[in-house]
């Protein structure tokens, strides 16, 4: 089952046959928002928008691990995440692709994890996901292949067939915001090698991770980012990009749910194999 996290500028997956919506509860909070179940190729998509009805959660606020165990919750074994982001690497344009393979995380503050030792929430269930929380134990996942390879290359594939401009890999730096970064940070930024830069990356990956949830990113370019624009950048201007490319980004979720193959061959599920501590 396919999980998509909408981010800034798309808050419902528009010309989809829409079958119901959920009302998740979970022991980490309300999510985001209702999980929109829309039919793809015959099959049940669920669709969650990260920043919620109406805009309503900032980055640094959204509950990603609401937002993530939701997914669990109701069967959810790959997430898509589709994102806005500022492009630092000069070689990207607005308007872009972006196939992220890599993250540098520049947040504080945010809850990253959901094992926390013996301040873990037990849950109920008999995965392993369930036995580790309720021993309380601790956990260090590998963070060495954060996005999973198969849908990443699946990703690829599609929009190399539709034609569309892409960058088949690149580094994502999260910020926390709300703000947009000082010139002086991208600079930084620049040096560590990071390629785009958002404020919602993380720890959204690292928390699908953490359930064994196989996770990729498509992130779209909405604009320079500051210092490399040249000019004062708006969220108006990330927002009418994602409207541009919300008919390109349908068309790459029909056919991704169509040509994606039933059988998992990237190992994701193992991840916590030898994690605990």
């Known amino acids: ?33 209702e999980i929109t ?40 074994r790959r997430v898509i995440a589709i994102s806005a982001v500022g492009a630092i690497n000069q070689r990207f344009k607005p308007g872009d692709f972006v196939v992220v393979d890599d993250l540098l995380n ?4 945010r809850k990253d994890t959901f094992y926390e030792g013996k301040f873990s929430i037990p849950v109920k269930g008999e995965d392993k ?39 088949p890999s690149g580094v994502y730096a999260c910020t ?11 600079r930084m930024v620049e040096r560590a090698g ?29 604009n320079p980012a500051a210092g490399i624009a040249g000019y004062r950048l ?5 927002l009418n990009l994602m409207k541009q490319r919300q008919k390109d980004i349908g068309t790459i979720i029909k056919l991704l749910v169509k040509q994606l193959p039933e059988e998992k061959t990237c190992g994701c599920e193992n991840i916590l194999d030898g994690a605990e501590v």
């Open 129 to 167: 996901v369930a036995e580790l929380l309720t021993k309380g134990k601790v956990v260090h996942i590998d963070a060495s292949q954060l996005y999973c390879p198969q849908i990443r290359e699946a990703l690829i594939s599609l929009l190399e067939e539709l034609n569309y401009s892409y960058h």
């Open 37 to 76: 179940v829309v039919q793809v190729e015959g099959k049940e998509v669920f669709f969650l928008s990260r920043h919620g009805e109406g805009h309503a959660y900032p980055p640094h606020l959204v509950p990603y691990r609401a937002n993530m165990w939701a997914f669990r919750e109701i069967g959810v």
């Open 176 to 186: 926390d915001g709300p703000k947009f970064e000082t010139p002086a940070e991208i």
């Open 234 to 238: 708006t969220s108006e201007e990330v």
């Open 106 to 109: 520049f947040t504080k503050n």
């Open 1 to 33: 089952m396919i999980g998509i996290v909408g981010g800034s500028g798309l808050y419902e997956l528009e010309g989809f046959n829409v079958v119901e919506k959920l009302r998740v509860r979970t022991p980490f909070g309300e999510p985001s928002s």
């Open 194 to 222: 990071g390629d785009v830069v958002g404020m919602t990356g993380y720890p959204e990956v690292v928390l699908a991770r953490e359930l064994t949830m196989c996770y990729a990113t498509i992130c779209v370019v909405a």
